[in-house]
């Protein structure tokens, strides 16, 4: 029998609306102390590392992974959870091989420091891949905000997503455009801590109502969860693919998305910056073990109360759902609006730090390139608010076709937003580690990662469409695959045909 839908009390509504004011009255504060696009885009490069360290956590984490991590737990087990042991290998990577080099640079724009050896079309190529990645990942935060938090949680019919759409891309835009980076990076630091709070309430509460501290150890596990696997291409998800492709997703995201470096450049020098990441990387390890918990303790409380399951639904066909129809059916009031506050929590600081950096990317990789007048510090802060609102726009019309993407979160986020994570690092590589690399080579490489890129990402498809030669492979191997082909391209060409760097264009 399906449990009766019990809504949200005005304990929960009192706590989100706690949240909501709060983060508006930080986005007003800081409104009237940034003054300068200096200290809207970068925080007067003065931001603190730890709140830095946790603002790029809040961020990069987002809803999609606080739901994804959990349903991938239920449905396929811990497998996933083998990803953990690449970050002291990111750490070493991104501190002490990215960070100084990006650092030396007094630039705003991530992409500057393409232009400056590999010329104007890799800048703009480069600033097109983060846009389009950018946008796909707000969108998919968008999707999934709307049809697996508040639709399950509020009883309402799917129809509803638009407007739901609407009112949350309305409420993260305001507070966004008005306090800029400062505004984004200390919500986030608040958002941390709810998600925190939230992830602990929920094991607690969960294990609680099971009977032991132990309960989040499954009776059994199911059927549908993978086999042990050390390497082998054709699984799903193998102890090395995971391991590899979250290395590379962090790596490539860490030394080529405007995002993380324009967090870097808000720090006052690569030390700094280098203790923002280990920050970002210790509370990403307590976090996602957190989540994978969570996961294992849904698990357990729905095959100790197989009647809660929603009628019709499986355990693992419904895993991505688990989370928001526990909580409207196993919370009490006030904890549930707690959790709700920090599903909204890590959606909000993604979009905000979204919009953040791709009004930068905009305004200094695209259109100052063509502006023949300078625009005074006031204009420039109006012009970076009115994109603010236009890319709103934008991603609450392409959230409405997420939808249509196949898989669970973790497979649709890797096939969409992360299939131009990978060919976005390959100039960078190239201007921090080749120094004979050339801008024809790395435009080459760049497009031809794109292209490997999708054929993985989309290679089942492919494949069923009648392209056999394209054999099905994990999404877990888009990263690596694309990443070391699209390198192997760049460095290849600039050997055989030599040319000197274009020169830096004209601003």
């Not at 239920?74 to 083998?82: C, H, I, L, Q």
């Not at 953990?84 to 007094?106: A, D, E, N, R, T």
């Not at 983060?130 to 309402?156: C, E, K, N, Q, S």
């Not at 990263?479 to 050997?495: D, E, K, M, N, Q």
Request: hydrophobic share 55%.
């Amino acid at each position: 029998m399906e449990p009766q839908f019990q809504s949200l009390q005005l304990l929960d509504w009192i706590v989100i609306g706690f949240y909501a004011i709060g983060m508006l009255a930080v986005g007003w504060y800081f409104s009237r102390r940034t003054e300068t696009n200096e200290l809207y885009m970068l925080g007067g490069r003065t931001m603190k590392p730890w709140a830095v360290g946790m603002s790029l956590f809040a961020t990069l984490l987002s809803t999609v992974s606080y739901l994804a991590v959990p349903g991938e737990m239920v449905k396929y087990g811990p497998m996933w959870f083998f990803s953990l042991f690449s970050y002291p290998f990111i750490y070493l990577v991104v501190g002490w091989l990215l960070i100084p080099v990006i650092m030396k640079q007094k630039v705003s724009s991530a992409y500057e420091l393409l232009d400056l050896k590999l010329g104007s079309s890799v800048r703009i190529l480069a600033s097109i891949l983060f846009l389009l990645m950018r946008l796909t990942w707000m969108a998919l935060i968008m999707y999934t905000i709307a049809d697996r938090i508040v639709i399950p949680i509020m009883g309402w019919s799917p129809e509803a997503s638009l407007k739901i759409s609407v009112v949350i891309g309305i409420v993260t835009v305001i507070y966004t455009s008005m306090g800029g980076l400062q505004a984004v990076i200390w919500t986030d630091v608040a958002q941390t801590f709810i998600l925190f709070a939230a992830a602990i309430a929920a094991i607690i509460l969960i294990n609680f109502k099971l009977g032991s501290p132990l309960a989040w150890i499954p009776s059994h596990a199911p059927e549908s969860w993978l086999k042990w696997e050390l390497y082998d291409p054709t699984a799903r998800v193998s102890a090395v693919s995971a391991f590899l492709s979250v290395f590379g997703w962090y790596v490539c995201t860490c030394g080529s998305d405007q995002l993380a470096i324009q967090r870097y450049l808000s720090t006052r020098n690569a030390k700094e910056a280098r203790k923002s990441v280990l920050v970002n990387l210790i509370t990403g390890v307590i976090v996602i073990t957190f989540l994978c918990l969570i996961g294992l303790s849904l698990l357990a409380y729905f095959q100790a109360n197989p009647g809660t399951v929603p009628q019709g639904q499986t355990i693992s066909g419904f895993a991505d759902k688990l989370f928001a129809h526990y909580i409207v059916t196993g919370m009490p009031a006030g904890v549930k609006g707690l959790i709700i506050s920090g599903l909204l929590a890590a959606a909000m600081s993604s979009l905000a730090s979204g919009i953040n950096s791709s009004c930068l990317v905009i305004r200094e990789d695209l259109i100052a390139r063509v502006r023949k007048t300078k625009l005074s510090e006031t204009q420039e802060v109006k012009l970076d608010k009115i994109f603010s609102f236009g890319i709103g726009f934008i991603i609450v019309l392409v959230s409405l076709f997420m939808g249509n993407v196949k898989g669970n979160l973790l497979e649709v986020g890797s096939k969409t937003v992360n299939m131009p994570v990978a060919p976005l690092f390959v100039p960078f590589f190239m201007t921090f580690f080749v120094p004979r690399a050339t801008g024809f080579a790395t435009f080459a490489g760049t497009i031809v990662s794109l292209v490997v890129a999708f054929t993985v990402s989309f290679s089942a498809e492919l494949n069923a469409m009648g392209l056999t030669f394209i054999k099905p492979i994990s999404f877990t191997w888009v990263l690596p695959t694309a990443l070391i082909v699209g390198v192997v391209i760049s460095c290849a060409i600039s050997f055989i045909w030599p040319k000197k760097p274009v020169a830096q264009s004209a601003e």
